[in-house]
């Protein structure tokens, strides 16, 4: 295979350091485009940009192989207006910079892989989603159907786009799901409000797989859900998180004490208690196949 270019906006994040590391293992030059730029000892190059306005980043997307796009303030943060406003600015910005730097240089690049979230969906109780299911319409759903709206309405015609709307995401250097393990470890890790809720959870090691296959596959384009086939309760997660870290039992945690829990811990509750059951209908019929299907050997793989 021969080596490709591949530029990755908001590349040094929780995603971003996976897929970083992925694509310069089988010897990609890797360029992440970044608010602030460190000397690496790697052959990672970082190149500064604001996700915002022109600079002289541009140049960087003219003949890439790829454009991977991961730029957003994180939404694990109190859903002030405030926040959301930058939250929802992060992500449309960063999508109209790079489809403005797109469409100047002389030769563009072949495929735009751009992240959205299952949060487009909003809560969705015991209804499966797949990727033909409407937009929601709480506060997360409507940052998610903007930021997909600023994407599709990029005018970049010889470029193949892919949108991954992507679940809940465990790995071990980020996320929630460190968090989540601490809070176990200290008999914390009850059901969550009626526990009933669906998370759509994936491996992080499936979704750079995916985020791979994106890139490489000529017939992917459009929308894909990157979840694994099995959404679970989130009694039925917790449950597997205490088994893994051993702890038979703790007390579930109803709606207030998640409220206050999530003030304190500077977070937003409904993140916790919203219900996503989502299906990676389309990345399955591509013929992708999940390492990880089932989430006890996802915990194991990743809690040992
Ligand atoms: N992790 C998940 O479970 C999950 C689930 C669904 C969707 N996603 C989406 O996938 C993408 C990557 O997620 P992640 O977990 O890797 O996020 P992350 O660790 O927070 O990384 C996001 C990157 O975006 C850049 N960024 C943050 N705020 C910004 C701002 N105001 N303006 C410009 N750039 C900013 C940061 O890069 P610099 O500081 O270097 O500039 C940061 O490294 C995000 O768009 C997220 O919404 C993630």
């Known amino acids: 295979m021969s080596k490709k270019r591949i530029v990755i906006a908001g590349g040094s994040g929780f995603i971003g350091t996976a897929l970083t590391q992925a694509f310069s293992e089988r010897g990609d030059e890797v360029i992440v485009l970044t608010r602030r730029a460190?000397?690496?000892r790697d052959r990672v190059r970082e190149v500064v940009w604001d996700g915002e306005h022109p600079g002289d980043w541009m140049p960087f997307l003219d003949g890439a192989?790829?454009?991977?796009?991961?730029?957003?303030k994180n939404i694990n943060c109190p859903h002030t207006p405030e926040n959301l406003r930058g939250i929802l600015a992060s992500r449309v910005n960063s999508v109209n910079a790079l489809a403005a730097a797109m469409g100047q240089g002389a030769q563009p690049p072949r495929v735009w892989v751009q992240a959205s979230a299952t949060g487009f969906y909003g809560d969705t109780g015991n209804t499966v989603?797949?990727?033909s299911a409407p937009a929601g319409s709480d506060a997360l759903a409507e940052v998610c159907r903007q930021w997909e709206s600023a994407f599709a309405a990029a005018k970049v015609p010889q470029i193949r786009k892919v949108a991954l709307r992507i679940g809940f995401v465990l790995g071990r250097g980020g996320g929630a799901l460190p968090v989540l393990?601490?809070?176990t470890k200290y008999f914390l890790g009850g059901a969550v409000?009626?526990?009933?809720?669906?998370?759509s959870w994936i491996h992080l090691a499936d979704l750079v797989r995916i985020f791979v296959a994106a890139v490489g596959s000529e017939n992917m384009s459009g929308t894909y859900n990157a979840?694994?086939?099995g959404a679970v309760t989130n009694a039925e997660f917790m449950r597997e998180l205490r088994r893994v870290w051993q702890r038979?039992?703790?007390?579930p945690a109803p709606v207030f004490a998640v409220k206050l829990g999530s003030r304190l811990l500077g977070s937003e509750a409904s993140l916790a208690l919203v219900s996503q059951r989502c299906a990676p209908k389309s990345i399955l019929a591509t013929g992708f196949q999940f390492q990880f299907t089932d989430l006890r050997a996802a915990l194991n793989d990743l809690c040992h």
């Open 38 to 40: 460190r000397a690496r």
């Open 65 to 72: 192989d790829a454009v991977i796009n991961l730029t957003g």
């Open 129 to 131: 989603c797949d990727e």
């Open 181 to 183: 393990s601490r809070l």
């Open 193 to 199: 409000g009626s526990g009933r809720q669906y998370i």
């Open 227 to 229: 979840v694994a086939p």
């Open 248 to 251: 038979p039992w703790s007390p």
